[in-house]
């Protein structure tokens, strides 16, 4: 396991991003505007529901995001599928936080249930993934977990088997 912290702000999420943080060629968030957390607070190999690792963030919410304009005129909402991503991006983090070498991307989804909606007038995301399986073997790295995100404290968003993998290729 590597030695990380378990929190993490803004700064060194986009030190994430640009490769700084896990090493070239391993685990990276992408930069803004498709960042969609504004920090960790907290993160493990060995927490959450199921005792195989989870993570919690937060993201704030101000109306100039630059989603509200384009969805829709009028009408701003922000994409469910951003809130999925962030999921997804965090899932990913958790396994380069372990030290588990390579670069992430998203595998899939078992179920998705959106039920509320990030209107302008919201504040705060704040994002739990709860892992289910974490595998790291020769052929396979791959984080299996189940997620869900809160506006203001209130569930909008739950997801089921979020798979996530590393390659070195």
Request: glycine share 14%.
């Amino acid at each position: 396991m590597a030695d990380y912290p378990s929190r993490f702000d803004r700064d060194d999420l986009l030190k994430c991003a640009r490769g700084e943080l896990f090493g070239p060629g391993n685990a990276q968030l992408p930069e803004p505007p498709m960042l969609m957390m504004d920090r960790i607070t907290d993160i493990s190999a060995d927490g959450g529901a199921h005792g195989k690792g989870h993570v919690v963030a937060e993201f704030d919410i101000h109306p100039d995001l630059w989603f509200f304009e384009c969805h829709f005129p009028g009408n701003p909402i922000m994409p469910g599928c951003l809130g999925l991503d962030g999921l997804w991006q965090l899932t990913g983090f958790n396994l380069g936080w372990r030290g588990w070498p390579g670069r992430g991307y998203a595998l899939g989804v078992g179920e998705v249930k959106l039920t509320g909606m990030v209107r302008p007038d919201r504040k705060m995301l704040t994002y739990y993934v709860d892992f289910t399986k974490a595998v790291q073997t020769r052929r396979l790295t791959m984080g299996v977990a189940d997620g869900r995100v809160e506006a203001d404290g209130e569930v909008i968003y739950q997801v089921k088997d979020m798979k996530v993998a590393l390659s070195e290729n």
